[in-house]
């Protein structure tokens, strides 16, 4: 009976074209993947610098493994905390310029954990419409009330602070948004934020190592990283390996780690991860260029990609979409390009709205100009 329910679900999807199955890869997830046998360009990762292949990284997971086996062995508070976890939150929080951090499982884990956790009775969670969905599950579970704005409209924030019918209001927003690759305002939301006495939190997931001086994302970029004052980063993305983390004032951290069901509860971070993290922050650190050559890459594509009369929207950033509106018109266009030798993702509800289903072209600094041009030329059979 239960099945039966179910399939009936699962065959309407496919009649909708929604229905998903998941590419198996035969490589690791670089430039070039290896699927179905074939290899393909890859243009659907979060290694945006290249680092999960870089032998550097490697080589530091095989010494962190030798001394520290694999997995944490426990919960941090009970026996999975070890010297790499401290000391990689001790580097997170220098290098962010806040007095501390706590390393999790995965970013998802850290923004549920996070909203959860800190809202209390009365509280308002104001989210951008477009924030990952992390934290509209984080903001649904928590005790205060949540409200999202129209995405970066700020005087649709202005109006839900203006109503004052809270205790505390929370600023919640992606710096570099997943799936359409534009920029929140974070200037103008750190004006915002002292106006209203409000609390900023600003995930960095797509941004961090990429953007800013250091490598410390946009909040660094636009010098605001002061004015955050929860700052949710991941360790799965530029930084090539696993896992998220938060930083802020010492007092919210040791609230996480006293209240937070989403640390307490659950095994700790492999030092493995943790070790991994900090030579990638070595070679961020050592080799700006990387961000640098990913930065002009995404200025090159998305110039040419408004020059082949392409829907972009508002990318400013290395995620481009190339938005073609109906389900079915995704999928065949992902699998033309993938019969051409490019791997891209067909993005469909509920990631997306029903008409902007979409390619979501991610780029890395290990691009080449052919692997880019390559691509464009096929993208000429969706002009417009």
């Known amino acids: 009976m239960l099945d039966n329910d179910y399939k009936s679900e699962l065959t309407a999807l496919k009649q909708q074209g929604m229905h998903r199955v998941m590419p198996v890869l035969e490589?690791?997830?670089?430039?070039?993947?290896?699927?179905g046998g074939c290899k393909k360009l890859a243009f659907c990762s979060n290694n945006y610098l290249g680092l999960t292949n870089d032998p550097r990284l490697i080589q530091a997971v095989k010494d962190a493994a030798d001394q520290w086996g694999f997995g944490a062995g426990g919960s941090r508070l009970i026996c999975g905390n070890n010297v790499p976890a401290e000391s990689l939150q001790h580097r997170l929080a220098s290098?962010?310029?806040k007095e501390a951090s706590l390393v999790f499982t995965s970013g998802y884990a850290t923004n549920t954990a996070i909203l959860t956790t800190l809202s209390r009775e009365g509280d308002l969670l104001a989210i951008d419409k477009q924030v990952h969905a992390s934290i509209v599950d984080g903001v649904r579970s928590a005790r205060?009330?949540?409200?999202?704005w129209g995405h970066r409209q700020l005087d649709k924030l202005t109006k839900?602070?203006?109503?004052?019918?809270y205790k505390r209001a929370f600023i919640i927003t992606d710096s570099l948004f997943s799936m359409d690759g534009d920029i929140a305002p974070l200037v103008e939301l750190a004006q915002i934020k002292a106006h209203y006495n409000a609390v900023l939190m600003v995930d960095e997931a797509h941004a961090i190592g990429t953007f800013g001086p250091k490598g410390a994302g946009l909040a660094e970029k636009m010098e605001v990283l002061s004015a955050v004052d929860i700052y949710i980063g991941t360790l799965s993305k530029a930084l090539g390996g696993s896992g998220g983390f938060v930083a802020g004032s010492q007092t919210?951290?040791?609230?996480?780690?006293?209240r937070a069901r989403g640390f307490i509860f659950t095994t700790g971070i492999p030092a493995v991860n943790c070790l991994a993290a900090e030579a990638a922050l070595d070679i961020i650190a050592a080799e700006p260029e990387r961000a640098k050559r990913l930065i002009t890459h995404a200025s090159y594509f998305r110039d040419k990609c408004r020059d082949l009369g392409l829907a972009i929207g508002d990318s400013e950033s290395y995620i481009i979409p190339v938005i073609l509106g109906e389900p079915q018109r995704a999928l065949e266009a992902s699998k033309l390009l993938y019969d051409a030798g490019f791997m891209v993702p067909a993005i469909r509800p509920p990631t997306v709205k029903p008409q902007s289903c979409r390619l979501r072209i991610s780029l890395m600094s290990e691009h080449t100009q052919e692997d880019m041009d390559g691509l464009l030329e096929q993208l000429t059979r969706f002009q417009h």
């Open 27 to 35: 490589s690791g997830c670089g430039r070039e993947i290896v699927v």
């Open 95 to 97: 290098w962010l310029r």
């Open 144 to 148: 205060g009330t949540w409200r999202t």
């Open 160 to 165: 839900l602070l203006d109503r004052r019918d």
């Open 252 to 258: 919210i951290i040791d609230t996480l780690i006293n």
